[in-house]
């Protein structure tokens, strides 16, 4: 099966513009998970969808960060205006349901690097 | 999530046995123990994830002792292709919050 896709794989962008990153699940998967990697350090949980709904948004920083997952499959991510502690990798995820005896399966990620 | 322990690093001969421990002495009895590995440059990999009983797939076995404080995961013929870091992940649903701790560097020599 085809896995998660991403782009773009790279981003370099100044602080303040605007970045926006795409995700297309593992077709059928109905949950879809953002999660920031700083280097060095394990994935932090941005947003949680099931289908179209938000699960779980808390530790998005919701002032500059939007996410949307329209049509319950594609997921956007959105940072505007993005500062410097915002570069990182952005990984999406998604699962088969929400439960934790369904894996996660992650796509290889969007590189930020805001200067 | 419980919190998991594992060792920094370990080596492992190209065609033998990689066996990778991990101890989750406080999990709790709807933690699931997941094993993701994560190559240079790439997102965490899925491997394999289990509640009480062992489990194989295509790609590596897991041991869970009877208590369920510990556990291993196996790669019965370790290639190069395997030298990543694993993480050993005790995931309780909530959130997927998934705290992946600093895993284990393995490295498979020729």
């Known amino acids: 099966e085809a896995g998660v896709a991403q782009s773009p794989r790279y981003k370099i962008i100044e602080k303040r513009q605007s970045v926006a990153f795409w995700c297309n699940p593992i077709?059928?998967?109905?949950?879809l998970y953002w999660y920031q990697q700083i280097l060095g350090q394990g994935p932090k949980l941005l947003i949680q969808f099931q289908n179209n709904g938000v699960v779980d948004d808390s530790q998005l920083p919701k002032d500059r960060f939007s996410a949307e997952r329209l049509k319950g499959v594609d997921s956007t991510l959105k940072i505007q205006p993005a500062k410097l502690e915002d570069s990182a990798v952005y990984l999406c995820?998604?699962?088969?349901?929400?439960?934790?005896?369904?894996?996660?399966?992650f796509g290889n990620g969007t590189r930020l690097t805001v200067t | 999530d419980a919190k998991t322990t594992q060792p920094t690093s370990m080596d492992c001969a190209e065609g033998r046995a990689a066996n990778l421990p991990c101890n989750h002495s406080?999990?709790?009895?709807?933690?699931?123990v997941y094993w993701y590995r994560q190559i240079h440059s790439q997102g965490p990999q899925y491997i394999i994830h289990?509640?009480?009983n062992n489990e194989t797939n295509e790609m590596a076995s897991l041991i869970i002792t009877e208590d369920r404080k510990s556990s291993t995961l196996i790669l019965p013929h370790a290639t190069l292709r395997d030298t990543a870091v694993y993480y050993c992940?005790?995931?309780?649903?909530?959130?997927?919050?998934?705290?992946f701790g600093s895993g284990t560097q393995l490295t498979v020599l020729p």
């Open positions: 406080t999990i709790s009895g709807n933690e699931y």
């Open positions: 995820a998604s699962s088969l349901e929400a439960g934790n005896n369904s894996p996660l399966h």
């Open positions: 992940i005790a995931d309780s649903g909530s959130a997927r919050q998934l705290t």
């Open positions: 289990g509640l009480k």
């Open positions: 077709s059928g998967h109905a949950t």
